[in-house]
C-alpha cells in the first residue's frame, strides 16, 4: 500500500512539472509504452485523449509524458492529404489510423463516425443509403482492428452551450448551458413535422438495419446522451435524455454491439430541480448488462436546464465512488476526460478541450484509479 501511495505521488510530481511547460516546440521520441493497457497500468482501464482537430503536437508531447497513449477522433481525410476520398473508405481509416500510430498512439474510438447525419437520424429520403454507407464504414474499421465508435442521436443541433466562456474557478473558462437563454428561438420547421415518437421509430429502424452488421464486425456502437438533454430545442425534438431512454434503447436491439458511452456530465446533468440521477447507482445498472462500451469522464453543477461544466474535483458527482462502480463492474474499456476548463496560458478556440486542463484531469483520473485499485 504504501508503495503504491508513494509511486503515486511521484506521478503527480511528474504531472506538476509538466504543466509547466508551455514551449510547443519541445519533442519527445515517438513510442508506443510496451505495456499499451496491460492490466497492470490503470487497473485495466485505456486512458484516452480526445483529438478533433488532427495532431495536436503539444497534447501529443504531454500524452506521452503521461503515458495515456489512446486517440479518440474522427475520420478525417483532410488530416492525410486524402479530401478527394470518402470518409467511410478503407484506404482512408488506414491511412489516418497510422498517422496516429507514426505519432506513437493508438487510435481506439472513433467519436463522431461518418455516414450517420440527420437523414438516418429524422427518417428523410436518402437515409437507406447514409446506413448502408455507414456498415462500410464499420467493416473498414474492423479489418483495421478498431472495434469502438461514439455516436449520437442529436440531428440538426448537436451538443451546444449558451456560453462558452463562463468564468469558473480561478478564471478558469467553463461552458454553460441555461434554457432561458434559448426557448424563444425561432422553430426549425424544414424537416416537417417531427415527434419523439418518429425519432424512437428512427432509432430502431437503425438499429435494426446496423446492428447485426456490427456483430458480425466485431464493432460496439456505443450512443452518447443528447447534451444538453433538454426534451427539445428549436423544437427539433431530442429522445436520449434519460436513464430510462437508455435502458429503452437497450430493449430496441439487446446485443453486445448495442451499448452506451456513460458521458458522467450528461447523466449529471439529466435530473431537474431536486432530482440528480445516482451515477454510481447507473454505472453499476448498465455495467451488469455490459452496456457500457465508452466512457467520458467529466462532471457539472446544476441540471438540466441550467447547468455549467466544473473542474473534476467540484462539481456534485462522487468521482470517487464512480471510478469505483466502474473497476467493481469490470470496465477495462477506453475512458476519456470530456468538456475540460480552459486554464490559463491556454486557448479556448475549442471550449472544453483545453490541453492544461486536460492534463489536470488526467492526474485525477488516474490518482482515483490507484485509489480504487489499491483497495
Request: aromatic residues 10%; glycine residues 8%.
Amino acid at each position: 500500500m504504501k508503495n503504491k501511495r508513494r509511486n503515486f505521488i511521484k506521478k503527480s510530481a511528474v504531472l506538476a512539472a509538466a504543466a509547466g511547460l508551455f514551449n510547443h516546440s519541445y519533442s519527445v521520441k515517438s513510442t508506443v509504452s510496451s505495456h499499451l493497457y496491460s492490466n497492470a497500468k490503470d487497473a485495466g482501464i485505456q486512458l484516452c485523449l480526445a483529438y478533433f482537430w488532427g495532431i495536436e503536437e503539444w497534447k501529443v508531447i504531454l500524452a506521452k509524458q503521461m503515458d495515456v497513449l489512446g486517440a479518440v477522433g474522427g475520420i478525417n481525410p483532410g488530416m492525410v492529404n486524402m479530401r478527394d476520398q470518402k470518409n467511410y473508405s478503407l484506404p482512408v481509416i488506414k491511412a489516418v489510423k497510422e498517422a496516429w500510430e507514426m505519432q506513437g498512439l493508438q487510435l481506439k474510438v472513433i467519436e463522431g463516425p461518418p455516414s450517420l447525419y440527420s437523414k438516418t437520424k429524422l427518417g428523410l429520403p436518402g437515409r437507406d443509403e447514409e446506413i448502408q454507407n455507414f456498415i462500410t464504414f464499420l467493416h473498414n474499421i474492423a479489418a483495421l482492428g478498431i472495434d469502438t465508435v461514439c455516436h449520437n442521436w442529436m440531428p440538426v443541433i448537436s451538443w451546444t452551450r449558451t456560453n462558452m466562456a463562463k468564468e469558473g474557478r480561478g478564471g478558469a473558462l467553463v461552458s454553460a448551458f441555461d434554457y432561458n437563454d434559448i426557448k424563444n428561438e425561432p422553430a426549425i420547421t424544414e424537416y416537417g413535422e417531427l415527434t419523439h415518437e418518429k425519432m424512437w421509430d428512427n432509432m430502431e429502424y437503425f438499429l435494426r438495419a446496423v446492428i447485426p452488421e456490427a456483430e458480425k464486425a466485431g464493432v460496439k456502437l456505443a450512443l452518447h446522451p443528447d447534451d444538453p438533454p433538454v426534451d427539445s430545442i428549436r423544437e427539433i425534438p431530442r429522445i436520449m435524455t434519460s436513464v430510462e431512454a437508455f435502458k429503452k434503447l437497450l430493449d430496441l436491439y439487446p446485443s453486445p454491439s448495442n451499448g452506451i458511452t456513460f458521458c458522467q456530465g450528461s447523466f449529471a446533468s439529466m435530473g431537474g430541480e431536486g432530482e440528480d440521477v445516482d451515477i454510481p447507482k447507473a454505472i453499476e445498472y448498465f455495467g451488469k448488462r455490459n452496456a457500457i462500451h465508452f466512457v467520458h469522464f467529466r462532471d457539472v453543477r446544476g441540471n438540466k436546464n441550467r447547468f455549467e461544466e466544473t473542474f473534476h474535483d467540484e462539481g456534485k458527482t462522487n468521482m470517487h465512488k464512480a471510478m469505483q462502480a466502474y473497476y467493481d463492474i469490470g470496465f477495462r474499456g477506453p475512458m476519456r476526460p470530456d468538456h475540460v476548463p480552459t486554464m490559463a496560458r491556454d486557448s479556448n478556440e475549442h471550449p472544453g478541450y483545453s490541453t492544461i486542463g486536460a492534463l489536470y484531469a488526467v492526474g485525477y483520473m488516474r490518482g482515483l484509479i490507484e485509489a480504487v485499485y489499491d483497495e
